[in-house]
């Protein structure tokens, strides 16, 4: 009995000490919130950091630290505000300079607390000596925070004085920052209505980049003007620029993506539509996934070339994640071109007739026409071995004042241009077909089989021109630091590639 009541006290002693023991951490006081997100570093201090990542860039000559930089930036747009900026401003540049009264004379103003509050953190520290990257990030900065407050005619002028001070820099790690300020110009100007006014300044830029043997300028200002002429419809003297103009293996994938989307437009207005079904395609999938409006545009313009071609798309173009309802127009007009029907054809034309002239591209669909007709007869010729010039018009439902006469020349101009495998009997008013033969025996699958591998060999040949490695890297090993650092740019990159908006295009 004794044996139970010492374990019983022994168990009741061990459990008030547990009790004890939960008790006093419970009672530890938890930490104060300000520490906790002392922790977290604030959208100025990622500026801050922003800032000196271009100045060792700079320092280096090391443009990659300046791409970075950008890309650090684009993650952090929807954080700033005017507070931040302004704050970034006075640490950044001298408070009595020109760049710094210009810049912040642009900003809105904000509460006059959360402006001393954000002062005071910042003049903790010493104003850094501004080189001139930093300068032009700064304007870049600003420009990206007036678009994305949608005050447009700010950005204008901010934009304007960009470029005028860009035009008196003649440095080669500038150009990184110089192209993405070239952009928003153009975006700016366009947002306005007023992308006319910029293009005589473009073609100058453009001409100053070649000088200067700036690549990435000339790529991205080319880009800019071949948009600046198609915005106008002015599709001759987009091709006459786009053949002159030096071209170079491209540098940044977004603009090979635009200028191949552009080289698209002007070879479909110019009636060249295999290499524009090629340049379209070609945009479309090397464009990133979080360009999801680039890649609905490469993809209606592609469907209606393929069209032009005589060719059906497959219903999985029309079925990729995030275009359903935006392609929705461009699958019923696809119907109706396979089918044949010219009714169904003109009922979905007047239908959307809207989305096709905001998509500018109503003139191509006009040129449809022709192809529902010529589609309709290939499937009378498939049916019916001999039909009457009479019949064919009823089932094409062509309405013309003569409807036989139009039939004998839509069939006589099939027949010549191979469409169809028939002959035409003038003298009773028929239509002939042909016995169909055995496709095996012709040269179509060679042909078929040599462009998928033409295909497949041009892609590999890229892959192989896009690999990139370290420079000395067989002599001399990696060390453990360079490999960390290393590895994180590259996870930086991959989520702000993940992350970034699809606004750039």
């Known amino acids: 009995m004794s044996f139970q009541i010492k374990n019983c006290n022994r168990f009741s002693s061990s459990g008030k000490m547990t009790q004890d023991v939960e008790m006093k951490e419970q009672q530890v006081p938890a930490a104060p919130s300000n520490s906790v997100s002392s922790t977290v570093p604030s959208v100025l201090q990622h500026l801050k ?12 000559r090391e443009v990659r630290r300046i791409l970075r930089a950008i890309r650090l930036t684009i993650a952090l747009r929807r954080k700033l505000n005017a507070s931040v900026i302004s704050s970034f401003l ?45 300068e032009i990030y700064c304007y870049l900065l600003v420009l990206i925070f007036l678009i994305d407050q949608k005050k447009y005619n700010e950005a204008k002028s901010c934009s304007s004085a960009s470029i005028a001070r860009l035009k008196n820099l003649n440095r080669r790690t500038v150009d990184v920052l110089a192209s993405r300020l070239y952009f928003y110009y153009s975006l700016s100007y366009e947002l306005t209505e007023s992308l006319s006014e910029i293009r005589g300044n473009l073609l100058a830029l453009h001409r100053v980049a070649t000088l200067r043997h700036d690549e990435l300028g000339q790529e991205t200002l080319l880009n ?74 490469c993809n209606k313009w592609a469907i209606i070339v393929r069209l032009l071609l005589g060719e059906i798309p497959e ?51 006009v ?22 010039l009479a019949d064919v018009a009823t089932k094409l439902r062509l309405d013309s004042p003569n409807p036989i006469a139009d039939a004998e020349s839509i069939v006589s101009k099939a027949i010549r241009d191979g469409a169809i495998d028939a002959m035409l009997d003038h003298a009773n008013g028929w239509m002939v077909s042909k016995e169909t033969g055995d496709i095996y025996s012709t040269n179509e699958p060679q042909m078929a089989f040599n462009s998928r591998i033409a295909f497949c060999l041009n892609m590999h040949n890229e892959a192989v021109r896009a690999l990139r490695f370290p420079p000395n890297s067989h002599k001399e090993k990696e060390s453990a630091e360079k490999r960390r650092e290393r590895q994180q740019q590259e996870q930086e990159l991959a989520q702000c590639i993940a992350e970034e908006d699809d606004d750039e295009f």
Request: proline share 2%.
């Open 49 to 60: 950091e922003i800032a000196a990542l271009i100045e060792t860039g700079a320092y280096s």
């Open 90 to 134: 006075s640490f950044t540049l001298a408070s009595g300079s020109e760049a710094h009264s210009r810049l912040v004379s642009y900003l809105p103003k904000e509460d006059e607390h959360d402006m001393e509050v954000d002062t005071a953190s910042s003049g903790s520290q010493a104003t850094v000596k501004h080189s001139h990257e930093i």
């Open 224 to 297: 800019l003007l071949l948009r600046n002429y198609l915005h106008y419809n002015l599709y001759d003297q987009a091709e006459k620029l786009r053949s002159k103009a030096p071209r170079f293996e491209a540098h940044s994938n977004q603009q090979f993506c635009r200028y191949l989307f552009y080289l698209g437009k002007i070879r479909t207005i110019q009636l060249e539509y295999t290499d524009a079904k090629e340049s379209l395609l070609q945009a479309a999938r090397k464009a990133p996934v979080a360009a999801l409006g680039f890649r609905v545009q």
């Open 315 to 365: 219903r999985t173009v029309f079925m990729q994640k995030g275009m359903e309802n935006a392609l929705k127009p461009y699958f019923d007009l696809t119907n109706a071109v396979r089918i044949g029907d010219l009714d169904l054809f003109k009922t979905v034309a007047e239908k959307f007739s809207t989305t096709f002239t905001s998509d500018r591209t109503n003139n191509l669909i």
């Open 367 to 388: 040129r449809l026409r022709h192809n529902v007709i010529r589609t309709g007869l290939r499937n009378i010729s498939i049916s019916y071995s001999r039909i009457s």
